[in-house]
């Protein structure tokens, strides 16, 4: 079975590929652009992709919209994640954390799948907090600077790792589960 994964990211193409190998499912990256709905939800961004994405023809695609929400900056960046990542970046969240002493925060994703003429929707959250600087290479957006642990930041640890206590890593736990509910997989 193939599924296309829509987006811009490389990099969710890589933790997707990573997730659903044992599955014998495989990954196809598709770019094609899509509106991204200004909204205080994750899930109504999904949903409309999903529509517009539907009357272009395609069909067994994966979409995904994920933020990362602090506690104290009431909860943004949020759903400006993309935006805040591509103007302040990572170096502009420490500096407006500066200071701060509750650095909780949670990443959250949406995941939207098209599959067999279904739809399978579900959010996954990974709770942690901001560093106090970037720590490690891999991953990407906001990796260096969240820790789910406390120890390690997600760009400090391989893929695999990553997958198994991330927002996407959860999220695709419950839609793994959803596909076998409906004897998909
Ligand atoms: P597409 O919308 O094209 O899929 P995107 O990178 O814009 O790609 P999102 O809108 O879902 O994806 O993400 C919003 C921002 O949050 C963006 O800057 C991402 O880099 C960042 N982000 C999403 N998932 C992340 C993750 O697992 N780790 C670190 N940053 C993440």
Redesign the pocket.
Known sequence: MKLKVI???P??VR?YQDSFSHLGIEMEHLHLPYD?VQTSDLEEVVTKGMEEIRKKGVRDFI??????FIDDLKGFPGVW??YA??TIGNKGILKLMDGVGNRSAR?K?CIGCDINGETIMVTGVCEGSIMDAEHGNG?????PI?TYDGKLS?AEMPTEEKNKF???GNAVRLLIDEMKKRNIV
Not at 139 to 143: A, T
Request: proline content about 0%; overall charge negative; glycine content about 14%.
């Open positions: 987006t811009s990211n990099g969710k933790e991204e979409i995904d919209d994920s933020g990362l994640s993309a990542q591509k990443f994703c991953g990407f957006g906001y990796d969240f997600f991330s927002h996407r």
